[in-house]
């Protein structure tokens, strides 16, 4: 692993558990194994670290969810695929989506404009998908913007808990959020066949982890 490579490790682990503020310089070169003085050649600021691991993270998810749902199909099919690849990118990547669910606040006006509008761009495929499906008549839904943003938080949570020790596999459990977002969404079609595969094999692209 390059240094520049160890101080982004170093950042994501600490974000996730301390807080933005809760992470000092110090702290970031001690975890990276570096200097303080020799720490600023590989971040530039510390809100420059974060941003870039913010935007790397959301254009993945961004990447990843645009090619899972590039065949279009009916909107079941594309808000249950939606789901499952969210489920399981936060399972695999629980410190860095923590990092981006919880600490965009912190980044300053200019350097928080860019990371929103990639977070809206991933949030309006789950718009789009549970607006074609109301206006289709397969969801029932009285709120819909709300319940995608309800749907939203229940996934994310995937990374505060999930452990491969848990009484699911992680795949079981992809599938059951799906359900779950299904009902919520009172979907009145037979249950949405989800490609689990082709999920699966984009997120250990993206990641470049085994999933």
Known sequence: MSSRERVRAAAVKLFAAKGFHGTGIRDLAQEAELSSASLYHYMGTKEDLLAEIMHTALNRLLDAAREATAGGGDPVHRLRTLVVLHV???????????VVDN????????????????RDAYERLWAAA???GVAAGVFRVEHPAVTRLALLEMCSGVA???SPRGPLAL???????????????????????????RCREIVAKEWGVSV
């Open 130 to 132: 549970i607006d074609e």
């Open 160 to 162: 505060r808990w999930y």
């Open 103 to 118: 600490e965009v606040d912190v980044l300053s006006p200019a350097a928080r404009e860019p990371v929103v509008a990639l």
């Open 171 to 197: 795949d079981e459990l992809a599938e059951h959020y799906a359900e779950l977002a299904s009902r919520a969404l009172g979907c009145t079609s037979a249950p949405g066949v989800t490609d689990l595969r």
């Open 88 to 98: 399981l990118a936060h399972a695999v990547g629980p410190a860095e989506t923590r």
